[in-house]
């Protein structure tokens, strides 16, 4: 059997930029002293010009892009989940959100996946405080592909978007023909009936692998990419919950504000169903492994296959 594929979508992000930049000369980027970390030094390397190390100053960085998306460029800010979401939320709130402007966010090192950085790092708060920005657009890629495609349509969309990206080599799911990437539509993955696994980011992959262990038991499980967690496909998660009767949602954030919750705010209003939400269950990670730290906090294939029998049963 081939080996799986397997690319950081940090690393996707920087090779993006630089693809992009080549048809478009209004996209800069900006980043916060983390440009090797970030891969906007791919960016950097291709286009020196058009890339801005503010620091580590990362609410003026906001500000600066803020600024600039006004004098008709569109910037890329990039740094770390922890210092984008949460150093510059007011910046982000107030200079980006409250006016619409159009500028991107390029968020790498979100989730537990971090691994050896720690609790400090480990942003598992982001899709909680980017959802309550209006008119904020949140996505989360789960692989190289769709990491791509997403920095594509954030360049594409006009407003602010909230870009996040790992730091942890993840598979390539995405690789097929028939892949098409829209802001606001998920992905029906695989189809099935008895119940469904709503993921996100690296957790789709993870949900994946366990349907298929699932299906040697007899139980069909449908597994749904939700990339763009705000705006959420709220009719493809109506549909899932109407023929299939029980929701699993994954993600590698806290069970509290983010994917999970607003499943739940969507089935609650338009079709109660039963959820179980699998993520960081409200405590702060730790150092180690990225691989093992996954396992630790129940954000692998297997707790999602436990999780799945108990609703079963």
Request: proline share 4%; charged share 25%.
């Amino acid at each position: 059997m081939a080996e799986v594929k397997k690319i950081a979508t940090r690393e996707s992000y920087g090779n993006a930029l630089v693809e992009l930049g080549k048809e478009h000369g209004d996209l800069v980027v900006l980043d916060a002293d983390l440009a090797e970390a970030t891969k906007t030094g791919i960016f950097k390397k291709a286009f020196p010009d058009r890339h801005f190390d503010f620091g580590i100053a990362e609410a003026n960085m906001v500000g600066v892009a803020a600024g600039m998306s006004t004098a008709g460029l569109v910037p890329f800010v990039s740094t770390f989940a922890m210092f984008a979401a949460g150093r510059a939320f007011e910046q982000v709130r107030n200079t980006l959100g409250y006016p619409h402007l159009n500028v991107k966010i390029g968020a790498t090192h979100g989730g537990i996946s971090v691994g050896e950085d720690g609790a400090s790092h480990q942003c598992c708060e982001d899709f909680a405080l980017m959802r309550t920005i209006p008119g904020m657009v949140v996505v989360s890629p789960s692989d190289d592909v769709e990491a791509k495609a997403a920095v594509k349509a954030a360049y594409e969309h006009t407003g602010p978007v909230y870009l996040r990206f790992g730091r942890l080599a993840v598979p390539v799911i995405n690789d097929n023909p028939d892949y098409k990437f829209e802001l606001g539509k998920g992905i029906t993955l695989r189809d099935g009936s008895d119940i469904t696994v709503v993921a996100t980011g690296l957790m789709v992959a993870e949900a994946l692998e366990a349907a298929k262990a699932l299906a040697g038991e007899g139980i069909d499980v449908r597994v749904i990419n939700i990339h763009t967690i705000k705006p959420l496909d709220e009719e493809l998660i109506i549909k899932a919950a109407k023929e299939t009767r029980r929701i699993v949602t994954a993600e590698e954030h806290n069970i509290i504000g983010g994917l999970g919750e607003a499943v739940c705010s969507c089935l609650a209003e338009h079709c109660p169903t039963p959820v179980r939400r699998i993520g960081v269950n409200d405590e702060f990670g730790h150092s180690g492994p990225a691989a093992a730290l996954l396992k630790q906090f129940g954000l692998s294939a297997g707790h999602i296959a436990e999780v799945v029998r108990e609703m079963m049963r």
